[in-house]
């Protein structure tokens, strides 16, 4: 949950967390909720278990198929989501919200936490702290559960959000992105498993950038489903960019990543859905792409009243879809 929304989401949240005597509907364990790939969760309906109003929500997503949606808590899952793979036949779904944030790291003034991502078993955390600082920081947690703080020093006309974090299926490279309109993505090496990078945390300089060959606006996450592919969620409703609200698109990498720019061509796929029975603003946020299923999650918050709940809509791939 980036700043455009206003800072108004963000005490509506707080002033809930505290209001909210008990959340053992949702709550997660540790800093971010986790539950096993394909459960059905609390509150949630089982993928395939679609309404008609829902169903026909997902419709405008050209290339893909709903098969359910389901809801999480905001609070533990309303920043992103990503497939965590604990052994090759084993995996669960883990979650991030605004209480994902481990206490240590908010002292430090990183206060918010981005879209994660995941493989081979590490887990890949986007944080951000004040906007009169000078840096981000990105947090990689080992299959062990050692933590390591990677930190990267802005260059001239960054900007200092940190929305979230993508890894190449090769492991070598990871897709960043920032906030407000931008005709970029950032290319980093991935910490810890490129060579390049220090071995126990430390500095992190940028590789390159995704050079757009259309402006984006407000994008929330990206995950890559092949390597010269990613689908991103945009958080925008102002239509200026594209005919349509909250547009996930489609990232169509020129080649796939090695450590300099690389230009992109942005397809508008279609609307997240916005469905609740709350009125209000929703507001775009993670996406994951599963590779051992290829179901593609995409998550909004939903608005006013029903802000605790954070939808995930699940899709594959349509039939002949490359």
């Known amino acids: 949950m980036q700043h455009r929304s206003g800072a108004w989401r963000i005490d509506w949240l707080i002033l809930l967390t505290l209001l909210t005597a008990s959340l053992a509907a949702f709550s997660g364990a540790g800093w971010g909720a986790q539950t096993p790939a394909g459960a059905a969760t609390a509150g949630s309906a089982p993928t395939g278990a679609l309404s008609q109003a829902t169903a026909n929500a997902h419709s405008g997503i050209a290339g893909w198929t709903p098969v359910g949606s389901y809801d999480e808590n905001t609070l533990t899952a309303g920043e992103g989501v990503t497939t965590l793979f604990e052994s090759p036949h084993r995996s669960s779904v883990l979650y991030r919200g605004i209480e994902s944030v481990p206490s240590n790291l908010k002292a430090q003034g990183w206060g ?9 078993g590490y887990v890949f955390d986007a944080f951000q702290g004040p906007s009169s600082g000078n840096s981000k920081m990105f947090l990689v947690t080992t ?8 930190v990267h020093t802005l260059v001239r006309g960054e900007e200092y959000n940190n929305s979230f974090a993508a890894i190449s299926p090769d492991t070598q490279w990871m897709v960043a992105g920032e906030w407000n309109t931008m005709n970029h993505l950032q290319i980093y090496p991935t910490p810890l498993l490129d060579h390049r990078t220090p071995r126990h945390g430390g500095a992190l300089d940028l590789a390159g950038f995704i050079r757009l060959d259309h402006k984006v606006n407000d994008v929330q996450g990206c995950d890559f489903v092949n390597p010269v592919r990613l689908i991103c969620a945009s958080d925008d409703d102002s239509r200026t960019l594209f005919p349509n609200e909250k547009p996930l698109l489609e990232v169509d990498l020129a080649k796939s990543l090695h450590g300099t720019s690389v230009k992109g061509h942005v397809v508008d796929l279609g609307s997240i859905p916005q469905v609740s029975s709350c009125s209000g603003t929703f507001e775009a946020e993670g996406v994951d792409f599963d590779t051992s299923t290829h179901v593609l999650r995409v998550e909004v918050i939903q608005p006013g009243s029903c802000i605790l709940k954070t939808t995930i809509y699940e899709y594959e791939p349509a039939r002949g879809r490359g």
């Open 143 to 150: 299959p062990s559960g050692k933590s390591l703080e990677y």
């Open 112 to 120: 918010h936490i981005g879209d994660p991502d995941s493989i081979r």
